[in-house]
């Protein structure tokens, strides 16, 4: 008798969480205040090995070590945009694969030049909703709801593809 779809990626999520328990992977994050605690007990929960690191001293040293990074821009700063870049340099440079959560990316013209310098850094994964991929791919800022899309997943499919 042929497995279910269900029964397969139930299987094939327990093989992977358990590959994560395993290896205990050393993932760096460099992200906002307001998901830093949450970011750091899920990691922890799946088995990896969270680093809350985003001092620009220690990038370069630390940097290079991790198995992958994640960057979040929910609470960007000036102050914390070299280390989200040199970071990501490090990481390319690396060949560790990172994750760009590029949050509310059309709110500001700060905001989204920021996120489009770490785009054109090729990020493994960009993280985002509909308007923050639709944003990205536009480079435009506009009317937006904060961290809530105010488009649905499929208006961002082109987007999406443009950015890959």
């Known amino acids: 008798m042929e497995e279910s779809e269900a029964t397969l990626w139930a299987r094939k999520s327990w093989d992977l969480l358990c590959a994560v328990r395993s290896q205990s992977p050393l993932i760096q994050c460099i992200t906002n205040f307001v998901s830093m ?18 001092s620009l001293e220690e990038i370069p040293d630390f940097t290079p070590q991790v198995h992958a990074l994640c960057l979040n821009v929910g609470t960007l700063s000036a102050d914390w945009l070299p280390a989200m870049k040199l970071a990501a340099q490090l990481a390319t440079k690396s060949s560790k694969p990172w994750v760009l959560d590029p949050v509310a990316a059309g709110a500001s013209g700060f905001r989204l030049k ?46 999406a593809k443009s950015l890959a």
Do not use: Q, W, Y
């Not at 605690?37 to 969270?50: F, I």
């Not at 310098?117 to 509909?130: C, D, F, Q, S, W």
């Not at 923050?132 to 082109?158: C, F, M, Q, W």
């Open 114 to 159: 920021a996120c489009l310098e770490l785009v054109e850094l090729k990020p493994t994964v960009i993280r985002g909703n509909a308007s923050e991929i639709i944003a990205l791919s536009n480079a435009t800022v506009g009317p937006t709801k904060g961290v809530d899309s105010s488009h649905e997943s499929t208006d961002a499919v082109e987007s």
């Open 37 to 54: 605690d949450l970011m750091a007990n899920t990691l922890l929960s799946a088995g990896a090995s969270p680093a809350m690191l985003h």
